[in-house]
């Protein structure tokens, strides 16, 4: 007989309910998304967009933002000065702003904003909660008022008034709680990057950014807007036109709009709505992608370029190369957001006002500059050409599918037995020495081996057609079965993991970045949805006492040396010293591998140094090397 005991109850004394700001200290990521080094800069933009909200409404032409330590940061801004008055709650309106999620000012238009990035009435509260201390202070005519929280808004000052007199405005100093974000720090490359962004956008306000630990400072003010913002986007790229800039307004709708073609393949739009980036689009973008496809076969009929028998230019055509800005101010009564975050907009009218602006707008331009559009218009006809060429070859692939691809793929690839593509792993690795071991190692019920001869190519500025006749670029499109560009389909996917195994050397990390920049520019969706991965192989193999240690960087020997003295170390330059059993349990087995997950935190930030690394201006990319890279001369155990 088993006898079962129960040792919990559950009943109505089991329910808790977390008061006030404990509910953001039990469950951050629920309000920031993570406690790592995303998360503890997500505290950041809550307080500077409601600075950005307030010079998005005219009110101030300065920000400052200053990093005080590790963990404590300050913002300042020149607008009207949060509420100190007293609420209808009975407290102060600075306490409610710091201490009530969803109170706010940005609920509807009579809350004193015509257009603003928030509308949740969360962000300075949840700031205060995930903080060892805050400071509020609001600069009126009559004085200066202040507040002190502590202990994530559970202890909480009077409000003081001086009769210190400064420039109207609010400053808010926090300092996070390192109990909830450890090992984490401010990263001034981090906030300048995002605060240019925003200075790009906020024409004529000026940002500065200031590094107490390092007394670096710098400072964002663009008067030509998204002009500025263009020639950044493009750094070191050929482009074919100067920047066409159209704007409007319809319906209480501001719109804002930069288009530039470059030498390039790839489709980049960059969309905003009240200067909140937009990373998965919504409606302004479908109106900019509407209005542009018609405007451009409009135009190329009208001169000749497309004739009465041919079809229309397709929009992956028209936009193949094209970089685009789509900025939208949206009254809060018209603001729509679908889901739970503001990645894609859901107002309908704004696919209405932005592409009016464009059928209004871009026809005027392309004929004041007829030479430009003509030019515009081969890179498009050029464009379409290679597409028709490139859904020929796949066509012709999927007809003779079965030998042409079984052939491709015959003594290269060594696959997984299972038809689980969940479970499914494919390893990309680098040479056939490693290949070899590694496809003796796995285990082949559901790991695949694809080995890789050479370098592959750089598919930066890769023509389609050029990308599908090499073979090893090839092979891999064939082994992971979900097409490439336009075309590809992440369900159709053979494997839910790609694994990157390169040597632990420059060669492999080369052959890495060749292979990310590919996933980048033609399978985004596998980094997207999390499938691809790089896999740490050990450095070191050292015996200590007749037991095997694998280390995986210079720290962890130096730690055991000087532990223990003299070691028995071997050097691993490669994957090929490696026998099939130590790959496996290095690098190979799940329970005790470590994988590195490629993330993409910011689309643009990512595009960016993928053009600037892969791209062919020397110069540009050996400026960034020299500024981003750290190198070491190392000295042997010998010495020089």
């Not at 492999?508 to 999390?530: C, D, K, N, W, Y």
């Amino acid at each position: 007989m088993i006898e079962r005991s129960i040792a919990l109850t559950y009943s109505a004394s089991s329910i808790e309910i977390l008061e006030g700001l404990e509910a953001v200290r039990k469950r951050p990521g629920m309000y920031i998304g993570s406690t790592d080094q995303k998360g503890l800069h997500h505290l950041v933009w809550e307080i500077v967009d409601n600075a950005i909200d307030e010079a998005l409404n005219g009110y101030g032409k300065r920000i400052t933002i200053t990093i005080l330590d590790d963990l404590e940061i300050a913002i300042r801004d020149e607008g009207r000065g949060m509420p100190v008055e007293k609420h209808s709650s009975g407290v102060s309106a600075l306490q409610v702003i710091f201490t009530v999620l969803h109170a706010g000012g940005k609920f509807s238009s009579e809350g004193g904003y015509k257009t603003s990035g928030g509308l949740h009435g969360v962000g300075a509260s949840v700031v205060n909660a995930l903080s060892e201390n805050l400071e509020a202070k609001v600069y009126k005519a009559d004085g200066t008022y202040s507040m002190l929280f502590e202990n994530g808004g559970k202890n909480i000052g009077e409000l003081k008034k001086s009769k210190d007199i400064e420039p109207q405005g609010s400053y808010v100093r926090f300092k996070a709680d390192e109990t909830i974000f450890k090992n984490v720090r401010f990263s001034f490359q981090t906030i300048c990057e995002r605060v240019q962004e925003s200075a790009f956008l906020l024409q004529g306000i000026e940002f500065i950014v200031e590094d107490k630990r390092t007394q670096d400072i710098q400072t964002y003010i663009y008067h030509d807007g998204l002009s500025a913002f263009m020639d950044y986007i493009h750094e070191g790229t050929e482009v074919l036109n100067e920047t066409i800039l159209l704007q409007g307004s319809q319906d209480n709708i501001d719109v804002k709009i930069a288009l530039q073609y470059n030498d390039g393949y790839s489709e980049d739009v960059y969309s905003y709505v009240n200067l909140v980036r937009t990373t998965d689009g919504g409606s302004h973008v479908v109106g900019y992608r509407a209005g542009l496809t018609k405007v451009i076969n409009e135009y190329a009929r009208k001169h000749g370029v497309l004739k009465d028998r041919d079809k229309n230019f397709e929009g992956v055509d028209i936009r193949e190369g094209l970089s685009a800005i789509v900025s939208v101010s949206i009254p809060e009564d018209l603001l729509q957001f679908e889901g739970q975050t503001k990645g894609k907009l859901g107002t309908p009218q704004a696919r209405n006002v932005v592409e009016s602006v464009i059928l209004d707008q871009l026809p005027r331009f392309l004929d004041l500059n007829h030479e430009t559009s003509m030019k515009i218009l081969g890179k498009i006809e050029k464009s379409a050409s290679a597409r028709i060429a490139a859904r020929k070859a796949r066509e012709r692939a999927r007809k003779t599918k079965g030998n042409k691809i079984e052939k491709l793929l015959s003594g290269k690839l060594a696959n997984a037995q299972t038809k689980n593509k969940a479970k499914n792993e494919l390893f990309l690795v680098e040479g056939d020495s490693a290949g070899g071991s590694a496809k003796q190692g796995r285990d082949s019920s559901f790991q695949a081996i694809l080995p890789l001869r050479g370098k592959v190519l750089n598919t930066q500025k890769a023509k389609i057609e050029d990308i599908i006749k090499n073979e090893e670029l090839n092979t891999i499109i064939h082994t992971i079965g979900a097409g490439m560009g336009n075309d590809f389909d992440i369900k159709d996917s053979n494997y839910n993991k790609i694994i990157i195994m390169t040597d632990a050397d420059t060669d492999g990390a080369h052959i890495q970045v060749l292979l990310l920049t590919f996933f980048f520019r033609h399978m985004r969706p596998l980094i997207e949805h999390g499938f691809v991965y790089i896999a740490q192989p050990p450095l070191y193999r050292v015996v200590i006492k007749g037991k095997e240690h694998y280390l995986f960087d210079d720290e962890s020997l130096d730690a055991l040396r000087e532990k223990y003295g003299k070691l028995e170390i071997q050097r691993y330059k490669g994957l090929g010293e490696m026998n099939a059993d130590q790959l496996w349990e290095t690098t190979m087995d799940p329970k005790t591998r470590s994988l590195i997950q490629v993330q993409i935190d910011d689309f643009y930030k990512a595009d960016r140094r993928v053009t600037t690394l892969m791209g062919d201006k020397v110069d540009i990319r050996r400026e960034w090397i020299e500024e981003n890279v750290a190198f070491t001369l190392e000295e042997d155990d010998h010495g020089i």
